[in-house]
């Protein structure tokens, strides 16, 4: 599953430092705007202690976590949904993400020069945030100019499209996003080809001085966040950067020194992933344990198609256990004397957690 979440902010907010952190991928990193011009992409894998459990019981020679995909996206300035800087391009690399991770910068430094002339992470949430809303309103508006027209040309009203689109345009014009609109699966549906900017999930990121990486993120960035329909994480962009760059066997004693129990880069794989709206299954057994991502609400026949199509095509029936389950008994044969191995259909709902071994005949 190619899911990805774009890192999206202003010009030396860190977002490529922090790019660099989390995927360990060398994209440019200048105190100019626009070093990023092309999207950069990483794939970063997603910290599980039960993949780590799990791999400690099966001692396998390959151990394989479950991924997100990261795209640092070139920096956005006022103006961008009317062509300032990249512009258009840039918006169009926006829509082509999942979801959004909007890094806000909320450390002072002489030495890196900030576009709005301060450094003010609540105001720097709205200039993004409004931009965003200009390029959607605008995208609203055209639609729905052409659906009203077509409407008339062809003598068939679509009154629910027209009508949810009027409520998008007014929402938008209130100044909030459309993520925060209540809309059934039906609208959804209805607007997924508009590929609505302020519709895609979204996460804030405070890029916070590496004197304040222990602390909690303000009240009222979280404020402003919940307002867009998001969390906020506070993370420093430097630190994680110099983390990565240590060998692991050092890692835990830089985090130790600086009074951190764990990267803060953790936190923002594990929350893009709830971002994202997927679980973890696993397989394990000797040769491999592995974790697999699947959407909230998909079946043991999407996991079965996420390991192999074959899989998938020639699907008898899955034996799913729970991952604690199986780390209790200790091994397959004890789980199934214990009865916690289920037979399921094809149409059984996977569940975070859940270890999957399918039978097939091709």
């Given at each position: 599953?190619?899911?990805?979440?774009?890192?999206?902010?202003?010009?030396?907010?860190?977002?490529?430092?922090?790019?660099?952190?989390?995927?360990?991928?060398?994209?440019?990193?200048?105190?100019?705007?626009?070093?990023?011009?092309?999207?950069?992409?990483?794939?970063?894998?997603?910290?599980?202690?039960?993949?780590?459990?799990?791999?400690?019981?099966?001692?396998?020679p390959k151990v394989i976590p479950a991924t997100v995909t990261f795209t640092d996206i070139a920096g956005l300035v006022r103006g961008a949904s009317r062509g300032e800087g990249l512009g258009n391009r840039f918006l169009g690399h926006i829509r082509e993400?999942?979801?959004?991770?909007?890094?806000?910068?909320?450390?002072?430094?002489?030495?890196?020069?900030?576009?709005?002339?301060?450094?003010?992470?609540?105001?720097?949430?709205?200039?993004?945030?409004?931009?965003?809303?200009?390029?959607?309103?605008?995208?609203?508006?055209?639609?729905?100019?052409?659906?009203?027209?077509?409407?008339?040309?062809?003598?068939?009203?679509?009154?629910?499209?027209?009508?949810?689109?009027?409520?998008?345009?007014?929402?938008?014009?209130?100044?909030?996003?459309?993520?925060?609109?209540?809309?059934?699966?039906?609208?959804?549906?209805?607007?997924?080809?508009?590929?609505?900017?302020?519709?895609?999930?979204?996460?804030?990121?405070?890029?916070?001085?590496?004197?304040?990486?222990?602390?909690?993120?303000?009240?009222?960035?979280?404020?402003?966040?919940?307002?867009?329909?998001?969390?906020?994480?506070?993370?420093?962009?430097?630190?994680?950067?110099?983390?990565?760059?240590?060998?692991?066997?050092?890692?835990?004693?830089?985090?130790?020194?600086?009074?951190?129990?764990?990267?803060?880069?953790?936190?923002?794989?594990?929350?893009?992933?709830?971002?994202?709206?997927?679980?973890?299954?696993?397989?394990?057994?000797?040769?491999?344990?592995?974790?697999?991502?699947?959407?909230?609400?998909?079946?043991?026949?999407?996991?079965?198609?996420?390991?192999?199509?074959?899989?998938?095509?020639?699907?008898?029936?899955?034996?799913?256990?729970?991952?604690?389950?199986?780390?209790?008994?200790?091994?397959?044969?004890?789980?199934?004397?214990?009865?916690?191995?289920?037979?399921?259909?094809?149409?059984?709902?996977?569940?975070?957690?859940?270890?999957?071994?399918?039978?097939?005949?091709?």
């Open positions: 599953m190619s899911l990805s979440v774009g890192i999206v902010g202003l010009p030396n907010a860190g977002k490529s430092t922090l790019f660099n952190a989390m995927t360990q991928a060398g994209a440019a990193v200048g105190n100019y705007p626009f070093t990023t011009i092309e999207p950069n992409t990483g794939v970063v894998p997603v910290p599980d202690s039960r993949l780590d459990r799990l791999a400690a019981l099966f001692q396998p993400a999942d979801a959004m991770a909007l890094v806000v910068r909320a450390f002072d430094d002489p030495d890196v020069t900030h576009v709005e002339g301060g450094v003010d992470p609540v105001r720097d949430i709205d200039v993004l945030e409004l931009e965003l809303q200009l390029a959607d309103l605008e995208t609203v508006t055209k639609r729905l100019e052409r659906t009203e027209k077509t409407s008339r040309l062809q003598k068939e009203k679509e009154p629910e499209v027209v009508a949810l689109l009027h409520r998008v345009q007014e929402h938008l014009n209130q100044g909030m996003p459309v993520r925060t609109m209540p809309l059934n699966p039906e609208e959804l549906a209805m607007l997924r080809e508009l590929w609505l900017l302020t519709g895609k999930p979204l996460m804030v990121v405070v890029n916070v001085a590496e004197s304040a990486a222990q602390d909690p993120v303000p009240k009222e960035i979280v404020e402003r966040a919940a307002l867009a329909g998001g969390d906020a994480i506070a993370v420093s962009a430097r630190i994680e950067n110099d983390i990565a760059e240590l060998d692991p066997a050092d890692r835990a004693a830089f985090l130790h020194d600086l009074g951190l129990e764990e990267p803060g880069l953790y936190r923002v794989a594990r929350s893009a992933y709830r971002l994202l709206r997927l679980i973890t299954f696993f397989t394990a057994g000797d040769t491999e344990v592995r974790a697999w991502n699947l959407r909230e609400g998909e079946t043991a026949l999407d996991a079965a198609a996420s390991v192999h199509s074959d899989i998938a095509r020639g699907f008898i029936r899955a034996e799913v256990t729970g991952a604690e389950e199986l780390l209790d008994a200790g091994s397959y044969k004890v789980l199934r004397e214990r009865g916690k191995q289920r037979l399921e259909g094809r149409d059984y709902v996977m569940h975070d957690g859940d270890v999957i071994h399918v039978l097939f005949n091709v």
